[in-house]
Every structure is written in structure tokens, then in C-alpha cells.
């Protein structure tokens, strides 16, 4: 099913209220703030695909708040977003994050949210019930609040794939459709679960449990500067050389591990942040203790330096 809706023929006083039905609708209800509403404009077109509602926006810009009184105890979502114009900012549980076009990231329903865009934009949702998501990955949870790439590797394979079943929507029936959205699904796990800040989900029984621990250990005090092999083994109560051992399939130490982690969230601080926090603060606050040495460190993996980076 291919719903398409726009305000474009509409007369200006009467787009706002049109458009916040058209978003309670298409997703669920949320308070619209736009940011100038004497000049608002915004059309969606949404694909029904089996479980999945796939849509793409193209809308001035707007902030969407999900309140606490809006949240009931339906089914919860996840929502894949995916800005393909400018970027957007999302806030959620005390945790900011800001997209960049060429990326997605994932959001819950179940929680108040603030998501927002400054400028004219375009992106793409994808709202996938929480038990689907589940069912492919262990708790999905932990992808919440990171930015994914969707330019190269199984995050390209992901996003292409999503536009080709939109474009063959017309052409597929309600089987095809239902084929389709759960290999999307498993397209969207696959591309998470393969990011480098993640470690390794399909381990079976006592691996997986100790994979989770050392995870849940780390995001946790990933913001200690003394954060170190020998800590994590000892508070997961294996040895130092279980836990090297366990990161030996991957492509990466447990220490380039932690800095990836390290590196990203002072990158996703610097992007949100107002100006307001210096950038020798974020780099203590991810565990940094000598700022030359994080500069160094940042402009090895992102190609310039967090002034630079600030400043863009």
C-alpha cells in the first residue's frame, strides 16, 4: 500500500494541523514545533512492506517531541532514520545524537523524544515493531544512540536494498512484500551488528554471556581515563587472557575497541554540543586524559582535528 500526502495545494493557515495529523497517522502522535510556520511546507509518501512502514519526508524545518502522555501500551517501534538532505538531531534518556546525511541511527517509540532539523529537509523512516527486531539481534537496546554508516559495507547493502523494494513496491504483492521486509530486517541487523563499536552477537551460550558483560562493563565506564584490559577482565571475572582471547575473531584488540567507542561518542559530542563545553572537557569526559594525545588520535581516524571538526 503507497499512501502520498502534501500541503502544497493547501492554504497556509491550514497546513500545520493537516500536517500534524498526516505525522500522528504515519507514525504515532507527537507535538510539532515548526520552526517558521508562516512558510511551512511538507509532503510524505509511505510504503506499507509486511510488517514495516517505510516513508520519506521532504518538510521545512521542524522539531517532533514524543511526551510521556503519548505513550501508551501498544506495540513499541523502533524507528530507522535516515537524513538524506541535512543533518538532524535526536535527544533521548539523557543522550544526544546528531546525524549526518550518509548515516542512520535508531530510535525507540516507547520513550519521550526530541527530534529536530533546522533547514529544509529530506530523510527517510523506517518503523519496525520492537518484538521483529528482537527476534533478529540481542537486545537491539544497544544499538540506541549511535550513528551508522550507510555509504560503504552492509550499511549500503541495507539502504539500497530498502530504495529498490520501495521502487518494485507497485510491482510486488502482499507476499512479496512480507518476503522482502524480513530480509530488510535482517539487513538492518546484519549492518549493525557488523559496526565496529559492537562486539561479536552470534556467539552461542557462555561466550555470548561474556560478550555482554565485557560490553555492558565497558559503555559503562568507558568515561574512566584508567579503563584497561585487566579491569574489564577482573569485573567480569575472567582472565586477561580469556578476554584477548575473545576478541581474537574480531578485527580488532580490546583496547582499539574501546578507543573506536571513545573516539565516536567525543565525535558526536563535538557535533551536538552548542559551543558551550570546551573541547578539552569532552575529552576528559571519554576517558582522554592528555588532549594532544586525543587530537592526535582524532585526526588519525576522522581525517582533522576536533577544532576543525567543531568549526565545520
Not at 87 to 95: E, G, T
Not at 137 to 166: A, C, H, Q, T, W
Amino acid at each position: 500500500m503507497h499512501n502520498r500526502y502534501s500541503t502544497h495545494l493547501l492554504p497556509q493557515r491550514e497546513r500545520q494541523d493537516y500536517w500534524k495529523g498526516v505525522i500522528d497517522n504515519a507514525y504515532f502522535p507527537l507535538e510539532l514545533d515548526f520552526h517558521n510556520p508562516d512558510q511551512f511546507n511538507g509532503q510524505l509518501s509511505q510504503w506499507q512492506m509486511g510488517q514495516l512502514d517505510i516513508s520519506r519526508l521532504e518538510t521545512s524545518a521542524t522539531c517532533y517531541k514524543r511526551v510521556a502522555r503519548q505513550i501508551d501500551e501498544s506495540e513499541p517501534y523502533f524507528l530507522i532514520s535516515i537524513p538524506a538532505q541535512e543533518q538532524v538531531r535526536f535527544s533521548q534518556a539523557d543522550r544526544t545524537v546528531v546525524c549526518n546525511p550518509g548515516a542512520f541511527i535508531l530510535e525507540r517509540s516507547d520513550l519521550p523524544y526530541e527530534f529536530s532539523y533546522n533547514k529544509d529537509n529530506a530523510l527517510w523512516v523506517i518503523r519496525v515493531p520492537v518484538s521483529q527486531l528482537r527476534s533478529r539481534i540481542r537486545e537491539p537496546e544497544r544499538f540506541l544512540y549511535m550513528e551508522f554508516d550507510k555509504r560503504r559495507g552492509m550499511g549500503n547493502v541495507f539502504f539500497s536494498f530498502m530504495r529498490n523494494i520501495v521502487q518494485q513496491s507497485s510491482y510486488t504483492d502482499d507476499a512479496a512484500h512480507d518476503v522482502l521486509s524480513n530480509q530488510l530486517i535482517d539487513l538492518l541487523a546484519h549492518s549493525m551488528e557488523n559496526d565496529d563499536r559492537v562486539l561479536m552477537s552470534n556467539e552461542a551460550n557462555l561466550r555470548s554471556v561474556h560478550l555482554r558483560n565485557i560490553e555492558t562493563f565497558v559503555r559503562e565506564n568507558i568515561q574512566r581515563s584508567e579503563l584497561s584490559p585487566d579491569m574489564i577482565a577482573c569485573a567480569c571475572q575472567i582472565s586477561t587472557r580469556y578476554l584477548h582471547k575473545l576478541f581474537k575473531d574480531s578485527d580488532q584488540t580490546v583496547s582499539q575497541w574501546i578507543k573506536e567507542l571513545r573516539l565516536q561518542s567525543a565525535l558526536n559530542d563535538i557535533r551536538a554540543d552548542t559551543g558551550h563545553t570546551t573541547l578539552a572537557e569532552i575529552a576528559y569526559r571519554w576517558g582522554f586524559n592528555d588532549q594532544a594525545h586525543f587530537c592526535r588520535l582524532f585526526k588519525a581516524r576522522f581525517g582533522c582535528t576536533p577544532k576543525e571538526m567543531r568549526e565545520a
